[in-house]
Antibody
């Protein structure tokens, strides 16, 4: 059974940092592009970043460039999102996603004072 | 960025009747490596999105054959031949042909 389990969300002040993790199992993680996608009631679904299977290539939505870093550990079948300089409009449920196929259940990030 | 526009934004359907959702892209979604990266998802209440259709018209394993996808270029359609109670939720189209990947606004399907 394919599983993707996000963790690391929570309440953080504007300007703060957070590191999201996604533990995966049930599929050959090291063969797949992996993505982070976020969702808010106001903006809907927004792709944030993705990373090549071997970690050699990354892409980001413009609003995340320079602030977020996606990374992976293929030895631990895990995906990460390091988020710095967080803003109120980064508040969302963050999903880990394998290619465009399997999604985790999400972790809530709230940026607020 | 490619803007994905879905219509309608909401749909109320009598059980057993068909439903159709349109997804139009602001630029042509061109095939790459012989594939057109257009997807359809269903997000049921309280759940994460689940893949229904990949590469325009391919049903993901386990998806009932009452779901079908079609289209090319800038116009894509998801059809449900007979809507059932388990089909309620919000349907999204998404393109991953070009970074950034982009989603439609969602179409909320309810049962009459």
């Amino acid at each position: 059974e394919v599983q993707l389990v996000e963790s690391g969300g929570g309440l953080v002040q504007p300007g703060g940092s957070l590191r999201l993790s996604c533990a995966t199992s049930g599929f050959p993680f090291s063969n797949f592009w992996m993505s982070w996608i976020r969702q808010t009631p106001e903006k809907g679904l927004e792709w944030v970043a993705n990373i090549k299977p071997d970690g050699s290539e990354e892409h980001y939505v413009d609003s995340a460039k320079g602030r977020f870093t996606i990374s992976r550990d293929n030895t631990k079948n895990s995906l990460f999102l390091h988020m710095n300089s967080l803003r109120a409009d980064d508040t969302a449920v963050y999903y880990c996603c394998s290619t465009a196929t399997f999604w985790g259940r999400g972790t809530l990030v709230t940026v607020s004072t | 960025d490619i803007v994905m526009t879905q219509t309608p934004l909401s749909l109320s359907v009598t059980p057993g009747q068909p439903a159709s959702i349109s997804c139009k892209s602001s630029q042509s979604i061109l095939p790459r490596d012989g594939k057109t990266y257009l997807y359809w998802y269903l997000q049921r209440p309280g759940q994460s999105p689940q893949l229904l259709i990949f590469e325009v018209s391919n049903r993901f394993p386990g998806v009932p054959d009452r779901f079908s996808g079609s289209g090319s270029g800038t116009d894509f359609t998801l059809k449900i031949s007979r809507v059932g109670a388990e089909d309620i939720g919000v349907y999204y189209c998404m393109q991953s042909a070009q970074v950034p990947w982009t989603f439609g606004q969602g179409t909320k399907v309810e049962i009459k």
